[in-house]
């Protein structure tokens, strides 16, 4: 069962009770996605690969914040986006109208998402001209994909309440979706999550962290010859 719950900035998150965890943070669920997904993965990959259509892979699409807020800053600045989320259990229609994130978005944004999101959980979408929206309804281990991203979203609750999301397999895993030059963000800094990134060829970087935490974490995937040994 998910339990709405409001947060700091007056934004809406849902508690989930099986995890233990809260899908967004409670110092700010708007702030938060903004601050770690859009203003330190986003933009920094619109700079990175400028004028050309930008993919994505989120791990852990939960309440669609972060694709909403992607979609919406993608419509504004013209960009061509091709998403994909992972969820191995996805919410209902009726808890993600729960969070009332409508209000945080164009009203055709939200209405598109929320009138295909089933059908997005069974195959890819067009919800705006020039987007694209896959919700693969599987766990991690079992996602596979025929492209490379540009653009790693990495969402998952916490290592506290889901430490198998974070261990150095998954983390290795996940790094090898990303193309040369692709981003991973993270709203998490640890030093082992630092360690694992870096053994896969990844730059890393901290930044400073959303409201209620120090810093975050985005790491750069370097060319084979760059690698760090």
């Given at each position: 069962?998910?339990?709405?719950?409001?947060?700091?900035?007056?934004?809406?998150?849902?508690?989930?009770?099986?995890?233990?965890?809260?899908?967004?943070?409670?110092?700010?669920?708007?702030?938060?996605?903004?601050?770690?997904?859009?203003?330190?993965?986003?933009?920094?990959?619109?700079?990175?690969?400028?004028?050309?259509?930008?993919?994505?892979?989120?791990?852990?699409?939960?309440?669609?914040?972060?694709?909403?807020?992607?979609?919406?800053?993608?419509?504004?600045?013209?960009?061509?986006?091709?998403?994909?989320?992972?969820?191995?259990?996805?919410?209902t229609r009726?808890?993600?109208?729960?969070?009332?994130?409508?209000?945080?978005?164009?009203?055709?944004?939200?209405?598109?998402?929320?009138?295909?999101?089933?059908?997005?959980?069974?195959?890819?979408v067009t919800?705006?001209?020039?987007?694209?929206?896959?919700?693969?309804?599987?766990?991690?281990?079992?996602?596979?994909?025929?492209?490379?991203?540009?653009?790693?979203?990495?969402?998952?609750?916490?290592?506290?309440?889901?430490?198998?999301?974070?261990?150095?397999?998954?983390?290795?895993?996940?790094?090898?979706?990303?193309?040369?030059?692709?981003?991973?963000?993270?709203?998490?800094?640890?030093?082992?999550?630092?360690?694992?990134?870096?053994?896969?060829?990844?730059?890393?970087?901290?930044?400073?962290?959303?409201p209620g935490?120090?810093?975050?974490?985005?790491?750069?995937?370097?060319?084979?010859?760059?690698?760090?040994?």
């Amino acid at each position: 069962m998910n339990i709405i719950t409001p947060t700091a900035d007056g934004s809406n998150t849902l508690y989930n009770e099986t995890i233990g965890e809260h899908y967004h943070s409670k110092h700010g669920a708007l702030q938060e996605s903004k601050h770690v997904f859009i203003d330190a993965g986003l933009k920094h990959a619109e700079l990175s690969f400028p004028g050309q259509p930008i993919s994505i892979l989120e791990i852990g699409f939960g309440t669609g914040l972060n694709f909403l807020l992607t979609s919406a800053y993608a419509a504004e600045h013209q960009l061509m986006l091709n998403y994909t989320g992972i969820e191995a259990y996805p919410l209902t229609r009726e808890e993600l109208n729960s969070t009332q994130y409508h209000q945080f978005v164009p009203e055709g944004i939200w209405n598109d998402f929320i009138g295909q999101y089933e059908q997005a959980l069974i195959t890819p979408v067009t919800l705006l001209p020039y987007q694209e929206l896959t919700i693969a309804h599987t766990k991690l281990n079992d996602f596979t994909s025929s492209t490379l991203f540009d653009l790693i979203y990495f969402d998952a609750f916490s290592v506290q309440h889901q430490p198998e999301m974070w261990s150095d397999e998954v983390i290795g895993q996940v790094c090898t979706l990303l193309k040369t030059g692709g981003i991973f963000v993270t709203y998490a800094i640890t030093g082992k999550l630092k360690r694992a990134l870096k053994s896969v060829g990844m730059k890393i970087e901290k930044l400073p962290g959303a409201p209620g935490k120090r810093e975050m974490l985005r790491a750069v995937k370097l060319p084979a010859e760059e690698t760090e040994l």
